[in-house]
Nanobody, 120 residues
């Protein structure tokens, strides 16, 4: 069984920063791509950033230059450093981990999400 848990969300003023963390635990054989998505009220879930096993990163245009994704393979953890936050960044942020457990094919495991609210 696998668990994916996000943390680090909260309330912040425009221009502020937050750091989200996401930990995968359980009977994990190997972790592949790790990614962050977000979903604002009334909008579809969108990709924010992803990081491959070789640390190749990909960002949504709206967060380029402000957000940084990283990973710690020993700790099965990915981080999302969010700087210069804007009200438009308000959303529930979800972590998804593409991984394989022993005896099964790889698939994406989602966390429950963490709320980020940017308000004036």
């Amino acid at each position: 069984q696998v668990h994916v848990v996000e943390s680090g969300g909260g309330l912040v003023r425009p221009g502020g920063s937050l750091r989200l963390s996401c930990v995968a635990s359980g009977t994990i054989h190997r972790i592949y791509t790790m990614a962050w998505y977000r979903q604002a009220p009334g909008r579809e879930r969108e990709l924010v950033a992803s990081i491959s096993t070789t640390r190749f990163t990909n960002y949504a245009d709206s967060v380029k230059g402000r957000f940084i994704i990283s990973r710690d393979n020993f700790a099965n953890t990915t981080y999302l450093q969010m700087n210069s936050l804007e009200p438009e960044d308000t959303a529930v942020y979800y972590c998804v981990v593409d991984l394989a457990i022993v005896g099964r094919q790889r698939e994406g495991y989602w966390g429950q999400g963490t709320q980020v609210t940017v308000f004036s």
